[in-house]
Protein backbone atom coordinates (compact mmCIF):
# COMPACT_ATOMS: atom_id res chain seq x y z
CA UNK A 1 0.00 0.00 0.00
CA UNK A 2 2.89 2.18 0.73
CA UNK A 3 4.97 1.56 -1.83
CA UNK A 4 2.10 2.04 -4.39
CA UNK A 5 2.05 5.68 -2.93
CA UNK A 6 5.43 6.10 -3.55
CA UNK A 7 5.66 4.90 -7.17
CA UNK A 8 2.30 7.24 -7.38
CA UNK A 9 4.70 10.26 -6.63
CA UNK A 10 7.79 8.99 -8.69
CA UNK A 11 5.41 9.11 -11.84
CA UNK A 12 3.86 12.07 -11.76
CA UNK A 13 3.49 14.41 -14.63
CA UNK A 14 2.37 17.53 -13.51
CA UNK A 15 4.36 20.20 -15.21
CA UNK A 16 3.08 23.21 -13.20
CA UNK A 17 5.93 25.33 -11.38
CA UNK A 18 3.62 26.43 -8.54
CA UNK A 19 3.12 22.36 -8.30
CA UNK A 20 6.31 20.79 -8.63
CA UNK A 21 7.97 20.01 -11.52
CA UNK A 22 7.55 16.16 -12.97
CA UNK A 23 9.09 13.74 -10.90
CA UNK A 24 11.87 11.48 -12.80
CA UNK A 25 9.87 7.93 -13.21
CA UNK A 26 12.98 6.43 -14.14
CA UNK A 27 14.38 6.57 -11.10
CA UNK A 28 13.60 4.93 -7.31
CA UNK A 29 12.24 7.78 -4.88
CA UNK A 30 14.16 7.79 -2.26
CA UNK A 31 14.12 11.56 -0.70
CA UNK A 32 12.13 14.50 -0.31
CA UNK A 33 13.40 16.77 -2.77
CA UNK A 34 10.66 19.40 -3.14
CA UNK A 35 10.87 21.82 -6.07
CA UNK A 36 8.83 24.63 -4.71
CA UNK A 37 11.32 27.46 -3.61
CA UNK A 38 8.41 27.74 -0.63
CA UNK A 39 10.46 24.33 0.83
CA UNK A 40 13.60 26.07 1.12
CA UNK A 41 12.63 28.12 3.92
CA UNK A 42 14.90 28.40 7.11
CA UNK A 43 13.67 25.69 9.38
CA UNK A 44 11.03 24.13 7.08
CA UNK A 45 9.79 21.34 8.36
CA UNK A 46 6.33 19.06 8.68
CA UNK A 47 5.28 17.92 12.27
CA UNK A 48 2.65 16.99 14.10
CA UNK A 49 1.49 19.18 17.29
CA UNK A 50 2.08 17.81 20.27
CA UNK A 51 -1.48 18.40 21.92
CA UNK A 52 -3.75 18.00 18.75
CA UNK A 53 -1.06 15.52 16.83
CA UNK A 54 -2.32 17.41 13.63
CA UNK A 55 0.01 17.77 10.85
CA UNK A 56 1.17 21.30 10.29
CA UNK A 57 4.41 22.99 8.66
CA UNK A 58 6.88 24.97 10.54
CA UNK A 59 9.65 27.46 8.94
CA UNK A 60 11.90 29.64 10.74
CA UNK A 61 10.88 33.31 11.43
CA UNK A 62 14.29 34.78 13.12
CA UNK A 63 13.65 33.92 17.17
CA UNK A 64 10.29 32.78 16.39
CA UNK A 65 8.72 29.33 14.29
CA UNK A 66 6.02 30.33 12.10
CA UNK A 67 3.21 27.34 11.93
CA UNK A 68 1.21 26.86 8.49
CA UNK A 69 -1.87 24.47 7.89
CA UNK A 70 -1.42 21.91 5.58
CA UNK A 71 -4.45 22.98 3.67
CA UNK A 72 -3.33 26.62 3.30
CA UNK A 73 0.08 25.25 2.57
CA UNK A 74 -1.54 24.22 -0.70
CA UNK A 75 -4.01 26.87 -1.01
CA UNK A 76 -0.97 29.64 -0.41
CA UNK A 77 1.50 28.31 -3.24
CA UNK A 78 -0.82 26.62 -5.68
CA UNK A 79 0.16 23.06 -4.96
CA UNK A 80 -2.06 20.71 -6.70
CA UNK A 81 -2.57 17.34 -4.83
CA UNK A 82 -1.71 15.17 -7.82
CA UNK A 83 1.55 17.65 -8.29
CA UNK A 84 4.73 15.60 -7.15
CA UNK A 85 5.11 18.25 -4.46
CA UNK A 86 1.34 17.87 -3.55
CA UNK A 87 2.22 13.81 -3.03
CA UNK A 88 5.10 14.03 -1.41
CA UNK A 89 3.37 16.30 1.25
CA UNK A 90 1.44 13.18 1.56
CA UNK A 91 4.10 11.24 1.70
CA UNK A 92 5.18 13.46 3.97
CA UNK A 93 2.77 13.63 6.37
CA UNK A 94 2.22 9.42 6.14
CA UNK A 95 6.35 9.55 7.18
CA UNK A 96 5.49 11.88 10.63
CA UNK A 97 4.41 8.21 11.97
CA UNK A 98 7.69 6.80 11.74
CA UNK A 99 9.78 9.86 12.02
CA UNK A 100 9.41 13.11 14.51
CA UNK A 101 9.55 15.47 11.71
CA UNK A 102 10.17 15.69 8.21
CA UNK A 103 12.35 18.28 6.41
CA UNK A 104 12.60 19.05 2.95
CA UNK A 105 16.14 16.24 1.44
CA UNK A 106 15.34 13.83 4.62
CA UNK A 107 15.09 10.26 3.21
CA UNK A 108 11.91 8.96 2.89
CA UNK A 109 11.18 6.43 6.27
CA UNK A 110 11.66 2.85 4.54
CA UNK A 111 8.24 1.84 5.52
CA UNK A 112 7.22 3.87 3.08
CA UNK A 113 8.82 2.58 0.55
CA UNK A 114 9.54 -1.64 1.28
CA UNK A 115 7.85 -1.59 4.73
CA UNK A 116 11.00 -2.39 6.22
CA UNK A 117 11.86 -0.63 9.56
CA UNK A 118 13.86 3.20 9.00
CA UNK A 119 14.79 2.81 12.92
CA UNK A 120 17.50 0.22 14.49
CA UNK A 121 17.40 -2.09 17.05
CA UNK A 122 20.67 -3.87 19.32
CA UNK A 123 21.63 -7.28 18.99
CA UNK A 124 20.06 -8.33 22.11
CA UNK A 125 16.39 -7.52 20.65
CA UNK A 126 17.29 -10.50 17.93
CA UNK A 127 18.29 -13.02 20.42
CA UNK A 128 15.58 -12.61 22.43
CA UNK A 129 13.68 -12.49 19.43
CA UNK A 130 15.24 -15.98 18.28
CA UNK A 131 14.56 -17.57 21.91
CA UNK A 132 11.14 -16.27 22.22
CA UNK A 133 10.25 -17.95 18.99
CA UNK A 134 12.65 -20.98 19.97
CA UNK A 135 10.29 -21.26 23.18
CA UNK A 136 7.06 -21.70 20.77
CA UNK A 137 8.65 -24.03 18.93
CA UNK A 138 9.33 -26.20 22.02
CA UNK A 139 6.02 -25.04 23.51
CA UNK A 140 4.29 -26.94 20.26
CA UNK A 141 6.65 -30.03 20.54
CA UNK A 142 5.95 -31.17 23.68
CA UNK A 143 2.07 -29.64 24.20
CA UNK A 144 2.75 -28.03 27.04
CA UNK A 145 1.69 -24.11 27.61
CA UNK A 146 4.41 -21.62 27.46
CA UNK A 147 4.19 -20.29 30.87
CA UNK A 148 7.03 -17.70 31.26
CA UNK A 149 6.92 -14.76 29.55
CA UNK A 150 9.88 -12.70 30.74
CA UNK A 151 13.23 -12.27 28.29
CA UNK A 152 15.70 -13.85 31.07
CA UNK A 153 13.20 -17.28 32.33
CA UNK A 154 12.72 -17.99 28.43
CA UNK A 155 16.31 -18.11 28.28
CA UNK A 156 16.62 -19.90 31.51
CA UNK A 157 14.40 -22.65 29.91
CA UNK A 158 16.02 -22.83 26.87
CA UNK A 159 19.50 -23.42 28.93
CA UNK A 160 17.79 -26.62 30.33
CA UNK A 161 19.59 -30.03 29.11
CA UNK A 162 15.57 -31.41 28.48
CA UNK A 163 14.66 -28.58 26.94
CA UNK A 164 17.41 -28.98 24.60
CA UNK A 165 16.69 -31.70 23.55
CA UNK A 166 13.27 -31.44 23.19
CA UNK A 167 13.72 -28.53 21.19
CA UNK A 168 16.46 -30.82 18.94
CA UNK A 169 13.12 -32.90 18.55
CA UNK A 170 11.01 -29.72 17.89
CA UNK A 171 13.10 -28.32 15.31
CA UNK A 172 12.61 -31.89 13.18
CA UNK A 173 9.12 -32.45 13.59
CA UNK A 174 8.76 -29.27 12.32
CA UNK A 175 10.42 -29.80 9.32
CA UNK A 176 8.33 -32.99 8.21
CA UNK A 177 5.25 -30.92 8.79
CA UNK A 178 6.46 -28.18 6.81
CA UNK A 179 7.14 -30.66 4.15
CA UNK A 180 10.55 -31.43 4.68
CA UNK A 181 13.09 -34.05 5.78
CA UNK A 182 13.16 -34.86 9.31
CA UNK A 183 17.43 -34.22 9.05
CA UNK A 184 16.38 -31.02 6.77
CA UNK A 185 15.99 -28.69 9.43
CA UNK A 186 18.27 -25.65 8.05
CA UNK A 187 15.00 -24.38 6.26
CA UNK A 188 13.12 -24.20 9.53
CA UNK A 189 16.11 -22.38 10.92
CA UNK A 190 15.92 -20.75 8.08
CA UNK A 191 12.61 -19.64 8.40
CA UNK A 192 12.66 -18.96 12.04
CA UNK A 193 15.38 -16.62 11.72
CA UNK A 194 13.30 -14.89 9.12
CA UNK A 195 10.53 -14.11 11.59
CA UNK A 196 13.01 -13.69 14.55
CA UNK A 197 14.12 -10.45 12.38
CA UNK A 198 10.68 -8.90 12.25
CA UNK A 199 10.25 -9.64 15.53
CA UNK A 200 13.01 -8.20 16.57
CA UNK A 201 11.56 -4.96 16.11
CA UNK A 202 8.68 -5.75 18.73
CA UNK A 203 11.03 -6.98 21.58
CA UNK A 204 12.99 -3.44 20.54
CA UNK A 205 9.31 -1.86 21.13
CA UNK A 206 8.89 -4.06 24.10
CA UNK A 207 11.80 -2.03 26.44
CA UNK A 208 9.55 1.51 25.61
CA UNK A 209 6.55 0.40 26.64
CA UNK A 210 8.11 -0.40 29.72
CA UNK A 211 10.14 3.21 30.10
CA UNK A 212 6.20 4.11 29.57
CA UNK A 213 4.49 2.06 32.36
CA UNK A 214 7.29 3.56 34.53
CA UNK A 215 5.17 7.11 34.39
CA UNK A 216 2.28 5.50 35.93
CA UNK A 217 4.21 4.33 38.53
CA UNK A 218 6.56 7.44 38.95
CA UNK A 219 2.43 9.20 39.36
CA UNK A 220 1.88 7.06 42.08
CA UNK A 221 4.77 7.73 44.41
CA UNK A 222 4.30 11.00 44.56
CA UNK A 223 0.64 10.73 45.69
CA UNK A 224 1.88 10.83 49.63
CA UNK A 225 3.49 14.16 48.99
CA UNK A 226 0.30 16.23 48.09
CA UNK A 227 -0.23 15.96 51.78
CA UNK A 228 -3.57 18.09 52.43
CA UNK A 229 -3.98 19.34 48.88
CA UNK A 230 -7.43 17.94 48.38
CA UNK A 231 -7.49 19.30 44.88
CA UNK A 232 -4.30 18.74 43.88
CA UNK A 233 -4.59 14.63 44.97
CA UNK A 234 -8.08 14.60 42.55
CA UNK A 235 -6.15 16.22 39.86
CA UNK A 236 -3.07 13.59 39.89
CA UNK A 237 -6.06 11.13 40.44
CA UNK A 238 -7.57 12.22 37.20
CA UNK A 239 -4.22 11.61 35.64
CA UNK A 240 -3.31 8.18 36.71
CA UNK A 241 -6.50 7.33 35.59
CA UNK A 242 -5.73 8.64 31.98
CA UNK A 243 -1.87 7.28 32.23
CA UNK A 244 -3.72 3.83 32.93
CA UNK A 245 -5.59 3.78 29.80
CA UNK A 246 -3.07 5.20 27.90
CA UNK A 247 -0.48 2.23 28.95
CA UNK A 248 -3.26 -0.38 28.62
CA UNK A 249 -3.68 0.76 25.13
CA UNK A 250 -0.03 -0.45 24.50
CA UNK A 251 0.38 -2.82 26.36
CA UNK A 252 -3.07 -4.39 24.04
CA UNK A 253 -1.16 -3.67 21.14
CA UNK A 254 1.97 -5.33 22.45
CA UNK A 255 0.28 -8.45 23.33
CA UNK A 256 -1.37 -8.43 20.06
CA UNK A 257 2.12 -8.55 18.38
CA UNK A 258 2.99 -11.35 20.69
CA UNK A 259 0.80 -13.07 20.14
CA UNK A 260 1.37 -13.03 16.10
CA UNK A 261 4.01 -16.11 16.26
CA UNK A 262 2.67 -17.95 19.11
CA UNK A 263 1.19 -20.76 17.20
CA UNK A 264 4.61 -20.99 15.24
CA UNK A 265 3.74 -24.20 13.15
CA UNK A 266 1.23 -21.33 10.86
CA UNK A 267 3.54 -18.79 11.64
CA UNK A 268 6.05 -20.78 9.73
CA UNK A 269 3.79 -22.15 7.11
CA UNK A 270 2.77 -18.37 6.28
CA UNK A 271 5.92 -16.44 6.60
CA UNK A 272 5.49 -13.93 4.40
CA UNK A 273 1.83 -13.51 5.78
CA UNK A 274 2.93 -13.10 9.04
CA UNK A 275 5.77 -10.58 8.24
CA UNK A 276 3.01 -8.44 6.92
CA UNK A 277 1.01 -8.55 9.83
CA UNK A 278 4.29 -8.02 12.39
CA UNK A 279 4.61 -4.97 10.43
CA UNK A 280 1.89 -3.95 10.85
CA UNK A 281 1.74 -4.02 14.54
CA UNK A 282 4.99 -3.03 14.57
CA UNK A 283 4.26 0.29 13.16
CA UNK A 284 1.07 0.96 14.89
CA UNK A 285 3.04 0.45 18.25
CA UNK A 286 5.94 2.50 17.40
CA UNK A 287 3.80 5.31 15.99
CA UNK A 288 1.49 5.53 19.29
CA UNK A 289 5.01 5.59 21.30
CA UNK A 290 6.12 8.08 19.08
CA UNK A 291 3.26 10.23 20.57
CA UNK A 292 4.30 9.40 23.96
CA UNK A 293 8.17 10.16 23.24
CA UNK A 294 7.74 14.00 24.28
CA UNK A 295 5.77 12.69 27.66
CA UNK A 296 8.32 10.35 28.70
CA UNK A 297 11.08 12.71 28.22
CA UNK A 298 9.51 14.75 30.99
CA UNK A 299 9.41 11.89 33.73
CA UNK A 300 13.17 11.43 33.36
CA UNK A 301 14.93 12.16 36.50
CA UNK A 302 11.52 12.35 37.76
CA UNK A 303 11.84 13.04 41.69
CA UNK A 304 9.95 10.80 43.94
CA UNK A 305 8.10 13.80 46.15
CA UNK A 306 6.15 16.72 44.55
CA UNK A 307 8.21 19.63 43.35
CA UNK A 308 7.11 22.55 40.75
CA UNK A 309 8.52 20.42 37.86
CA UNK A 310 6.54 17.19 38.64
CA UNK A 311 3.59 19.90 38.66
CA UNK A 312 4.55 20.89 34.88
CA UNK A 313 5.41 17.08 33.97
CA UNK A 314 1.53 15.95 35.23
CA UNK A 315 -0.43 19.13 33.97
CA UNK A 316 1.73 18.44 30.19
CA UNK A 317 0.38 14.60 30.58
CA UNK A 318 -2.91 15.57 31.48
CA UNK A 319 -2.61 17.75 28.22
CA UNK A 320 -1.57 15.11 26.22
CA UNK A 321 -4.02 12.50 27.38
CA UNK A 322 -7.20 14.28 27.87
CA UNK A 323 -8.08 14.97 24.56
CA UNK A 324 -7.43 11.40 23.63
CA UNK A 325 -9.53 9.71 26.63
CA UNK A 326 -12.20 11.96 27.95
CA UNK A 327 -14.62 11.83 25.25
CA UNK A 328 -14.44 7.86 24.64
CA UNK A 329 -12.01 8.35 22.04
CA UNK A 330 -9.30 5.70 21.21
CA UNK A 331 -5.47 7.15 20.24
CA UNK A 332 -5.28 3.89 18.18
CA UNK A 333 -8.38 4.24 16.92
CA UNK A 334 -7.84 8.20 15.90
CA UNK A 335 -4.19 7.43 14.62
CA UNK A 336 -6.28 5.15 11.24
Known amino acids: MFSA ?31 HKAF ?17 YYVTLGDLTGTVEIAALKREFRIADDSADGKLITLAIQGLGYVP ?19 SIGEKH ?38 REKLKQGFREAAVTLGHEPDDTEKVIVQL ?15 R ?27 LDRVQHLATRGVGQLNE ?15 LKSVSRQIHEIRLRRDALYGLLLEW ?10 ATSRTSRTDRAVNSLYRFLAPRFTSGQSMVNRRR
Open 40 to 56: AAPGARFALDRNSREPA
Open 101 to 119: DVRPGDSIPTELIDGSASW
Open 209 to 235: VAKARQVIKKLVAIGPSYGNDRLGKQE
Open 193 to 207: EVLAREMAYIEALRD
Open 253 to 267: LLSKADTQCSEIIAA
Open 5 to 35: RVRDVASSDTDSQDAGTPADSGSALTHFNFQ
Open 126 to 163: TRIAQQRLQAYLLSWVTSEKLTVTDANDIEALLQKPES
Open 293 to 302: KDTRADFEGF
